[in-house]
């Protein structure tokens, strides 16, 4: 049995991941992914258009274009468009991987440019989305203590280069800052982390249970740090966006990162 505060605390961060993925702008609220051709692409309302729209907008709002280096936005004659809290008719739109991502907004929808490899695309969301209500609750596993494992992060001298795969089937190379090793039922155990921004070790990790009782193509963790010390803590697995939304762009784990043994520990999976 879990200790109370430990249990009261990861309860708590649960119910907390669950009303992220809520929240205005997350990610029940995405309702679409354009990819970009060259050239001009019309957005609108009109299901004629490349970037369509929710009905409750006009038609035809104006185009975006994607020139091979950037991709800039102009309002049809007569409008103006919100991008990062100014009315204008004309922007160069700084993509969603920027520093300063430019957001385009019009009645509730959020529009951005992705950069995912060698694609570009209009990221859109709907934040009048039923969905933000009355999508399911995240499902756990029962809390198992024994799968919050002490673990040691090892820097790699220079950062390495791995394959993750994505949702599109392709692969992509990002680096990795270094590895967590940790025993589990007497067997070493590593697996290669990427350092955030924010210093934190982010996981991307697959298991026996994968596509039987959790998500097909792996799950995500960040790695506990307390007084300097390193917790893998396989209670707070979780599912990629791309388990609830049809609009994400995940990417999975890196074949490196598929442990031998059952993680029968954090979010769980339902076929929907």
Known sequence: MANETYRN????????????IRKEN???ALAGLFWLKLGKSQFGSDPKCEVQLPNRLPARVGTFENNGKSVSLRANPGLKINVNDKLVDFAVLQP????DPSYATMDDVRLVVIERGHRVGIRMWDNQRAERHTFPARTWFE????????AVYTAYDHPRKA?????AGEKSEFPVEGYLSFEYSGDQCQLDVNKEDDGSLFVRFCDPTCGNETYPTGRYLTA??????????FNKAYNPPCSITNFATCVFA???NHLNFRVTAGETYTHR
Do not use: H, T
């Open 96 to 99: 969603d991987i920027a520093d």
């Open 224 to 233: 506990d740090e307390v007084d300097g010390k390193f917790f893998i803590d």
């Open 9 to 20: 605390d990861l309860n708590d961060w649960r119910i907390g991941l669950d009303k992220n």
């Open 254 to 256: 890196p074949e490196q």
């Open 26 to 28: 997350g990610w029940l």
């Open 163 to 167: 394959f993750f795969p994505d949702l």
């Open 143 to 150: 809390i198992d203590e024994s799968f919050r494992i002490p």
